[in-house]
């Protein structure tokens, strides 16, 4: 808890960053050692002369307990790479950050996949993010994403409306003050109260100013062992998430679009690049070998039939009046006559000529 409490100190100086934490840590020992070094000391280590006059200067400004105590009060802790829980993958990427700010539940993760896109979505891909977010959570594998509007939030809702664990990765502090966008911060308050988790390297009440985003998009696609990229334009943040998934030997899957929407040429490039397309959730889940088979199964509704209570254990992907005559056995007029009343119930919803419950 001593070193912890300098860690975060020496992390509020803002030209420190991830490899020079490392630097001093490896280098002197300690976090705590590290805090009390003089000028010329950190000098001899190698360390920055810039960033060597900001530690100086605002080692005056910053008393470590008393930043720690207002951290904890804030239900904001500290994960370190070296905490049993400290995501896995994540400490395979070429500087991975030593220290994580957290509000909700970090455990170990199985089957962590991020989903990523544009901010300014168009209907198809916010739907199509859905669907391919719901089948993934459904195999019991964990979300991530940055909280963004457009396909961040559809991404994180559906794992939501499904139960599953979200991680929403940001690129500003925690504090519910600070938390980027401020039209996502009740998003964020459900992620943590469900069981997922708010994750940053930036300490509370940082800012969320635009470098920052394609810092905290290698901890997306570090966490993660695939990203989707469901919507993207040419040069867009998901574009850079993918590309360093690619740098971090991660899968990438892409979704196809219209060849008339911007907003679907990034993916059309990732795809010409050698992306995996994401025909389905489960082409996903059987391209990373993750069991589908293995999830828990639908619960029923009180208020359902037996033949009603038939389908919806089945469509837990869209499946059309045909293919449900061939899973079920029933005529196509009973089959369309359970879908109409469990689609006046809410309780399955038609996409195209398929259904699929909600």
């Not at 976090?31 to 010329?40: D, G, L, P, R, V």
């Amino acid at each position: 808890m001593n070193d912890l409490k300098f860690l975060h100190a020496l992390n509020l100086v803002y030209a420190v960053g991830p490899a020079t934490l490392i630097c001093l840590r490896e280098t002197f020992g300690s976090y705590e050692s590290a805090w009390h070094k003089t000028e010329e000391e950190l000098r001899r280590a190698g360390i920055n002369e810039k960033i060597i006059k900001e530690i100086i200067i605002k080692k005056q400004f910053i008393d470590p307990d008393k930043e720690l105590k207002k951290m904890v009060s804030s239900g904001i802790w500290i994960l370190t790479d070296k905490d049993e829980n400290y995501p896995e993958l994540l400490k395979t990427i070429a500087i991975p950050p030593p220290i994580l700010y957290a509000r909700g539940k970090i455990q170990k993760l199985k089957n962590p996949i991020a989903v990523v896109g544009s901010r300014k979505a168009t209907s198809y891909g916010i739907q199509a993010t859905k669907e391919l977010t719901r089948e993934i959570a459904r195999a019991g594998c964990e979300i991530i994403s940055g909280l963004a509007s457009g396909i961040d939030t559809a991404a994180h809702e559906a794992a939501l409306e499904e139960r599953a664990k979200t991680i929403a990765v940001l690129g500003s502090g925690l504090d519910p003050e600070t938390v980027f966008p401020p039209a996502n911060r009740n998003l964020a308050e459900r992620i943590v109260k469900n069981g997922g988790a708010l994750i940053s390297e930036f300490p509370p009440e940082t800012p969320p100013l635009k470098h920052h985003f394609p810092q905290r998009n290698r901890i997306i696609s570090g966490i993660s062992r695939a990203v989707l990229v469901t919507e993207a334009k040419e040069k867009s943040g998901a574009l850079i998430t993918a590309n360093l998934a690619l740098e971090q030997n991660r899968e990438v899957f892409a979704l196809p679009g219209s060849i008339f929407s911007p907003y679907s040429s990034g993916a059309h490039s990732l795809l010409r690049d050698g992306a995996a397309p994401a025909i389905s959730g489960r082409h996903i889940l059987d391209c990373l070998e993750i069991d589908y088979h293995g999830t828990v199964e639908r619960e029923v509704s009180k208020d359902t039939d037996e033949d009603e209570n038939a389908i919806l254990r089945i469509l837990d992907r869209p499946l059309t009046i045909d293919e449900l005559v061939l899973k079920t056995r029933k005529k196509s007029s009973e089959i369309a006559t359970s879908l109409s009343l469990l689609e006046l119930r809410g309780l399955v919803k038609k996409i195209g000529a398929s259904f699929i419950a909600n």
